[in-house]
């Protein structure tokens, strides 16, 4: 642990969430309230499934300077969590206003949190940033954190992730900020999105079972035998890590004075077609599978997690079907309630 960071004495240390009315953003303001921290939450938009417990939540967009300014005031520490962002549908669509709203987030945080004092800044990237020549089978190797160059990231969305690696890395060289860098490998859980086209396989996955359970047929399609569309032949892989388990990797890399990248995810593998087995074993139902042309990112990914253990001696702990089982009961509630209020609104139109 960092002598300059382990202190007990939290209150004093104020910390800044960028991201905060988002997904895992909004777990971990709950985390660091619970450690006693000083907590100011900045996003575009509020937490939208239950109130912050931010000390302070300020809306902000972080693409203009003088809200990230403004977002740094008085901060000691910066969990840099804001990003233009969604699953496969989204990152493999929209490259150049990810790319174009990231980049301006990013250098305009971390700069503005140079000049206001800010001692400690952890930047949230992604397993996206790996070489997709590495990742062409479904039985991969993991990747491990070297194995990030030369680059070749799939989408737009990677590359900028990489660049702003090499920001934190050169802001902690020249200018001394305590820098982290923490590689997620696709977080999932209660409290994410879990509609509207930026919800990610797992959450996508308890969706499309929770409406055939409730209603039969698939999504859309209600009536008949239980059925979920999978994008692609279901069979590429991937590890999923749950939320619980990313924040604490999250304040204990920050505790750490690790300033290389770091991955922060599960290490076992598997397949999508896999996935929306656990999340229908979750529902208690059986389901066909109907596999449909879709994104389907690169073939094969898993995380290396020696450095993890090595650097934070800890790794993630939950299990996948015991996290997928939590996400889908919140997830078939979410449904349930939207189909309440479908049924309200159709029978005042009527
Ligand atoms: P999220 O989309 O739920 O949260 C991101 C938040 O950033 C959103 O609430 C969004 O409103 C906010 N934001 C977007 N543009 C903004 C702007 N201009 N100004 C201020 N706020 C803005 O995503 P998440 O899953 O909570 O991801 C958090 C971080 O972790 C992101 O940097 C993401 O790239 C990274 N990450 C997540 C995963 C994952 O599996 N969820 C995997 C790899 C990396």
Redesign the pocket.
């Known amino acids: 642990m960092d002598n300059a960071t382990n202190g007990t004495n939290h209150s004093t240390t104020r910390v800044l969430v ?2 905060a ?5 909004h777990h971990l303001v709950n985390y660091l309230k619970d450690k006693g921290y000083w907590v100011r939450g ?4 509020e937490p939208e499934f239950e109130a912050t417990r931010a000390d302070e939540f300020e809306l ?4 203009d300077r003088a809200n990230c300014l403004q977002a740094t005031r008085g901060i000691d520490h910066v969990y840099a ?5 969604g699953g496969m549908g989204f990152i493999s669509k929209y490259h150049a206003e990810i790319l174009h ?1 990231n980049i301006l ?1 990013n250098t305009h945080t971390m700069e503005a949190a140079r000049l206001n004092g800010v001692t400690h800044y952890l930047y ?1 990237s ?2 996206c940033i790996y070489p997709e020549y590495l990742q062409t089978e479904a039985e991969v190797k993991p990747l491990k954190e070297e194995d990030a160059y030369p680059a070749q990231p799939q989408d737009a969305y990677g590359w900028e992730k990489l660049i702003t690696e090499q920001l934190a890395y050169h802001y902690n060289k020249q200018y001394g900020i305590e820098t982290r860098t923490v590689r ?1 490998h ?2 999932y859980g209660e409290l994410g ?1 879990w509609q509207g086209g ?1 919800e ?1 396989a797992p959450a996508a996955m308890c969706r499309k079972t929770a409406y055939a359970k409730l209603l039969g047929g698939k999504e859309g399609e209600p009536g008949g035998a239980p059925r979920i569309e999978i994008w692609g032949d279901g069979e590429q892989t991937r590890s999923f890590m749950h939320v619980d388990d990313c924040v604490e990797g999250v304040y204990r890399l920050m505790m750490s004075d690790c300033t290389e990248p770091l991955n922060l995810g599960r290490d076992r593998m598997v397949t999508i077609n896999h996935l929306a087995q656990i999340a229908a074993d979750a529902a208690g139902i059986e389901i066909e599978q109907a596999h449909i042309d879709g994104p389907m990112g690169v073939r094969g990914r898993n995380s290396d997690n020696d450095k993890l253990k090595e650097v934070l001696g800890w790794e993630p702990q939950i299990a996948l079907e015991d996290g997928l089982d939590r996400t889908y009961k919140w997830i078939e509630q979410q449904v349930k309630k939207k189909l309440a209020r479908e049924e309200a609104e159709a029978t005042l139109a009527a």
Do not use: E, H, W, Y
């Open positions: 960028t991201g009315g988002g997904f895992i953003g900045v996003d575009i938009k902000l967009d972080l693409r969590l804001a990003a233009d962002m709203n987030i949230t992604s397993a997620f696709n977080v999105t930026r990610k």
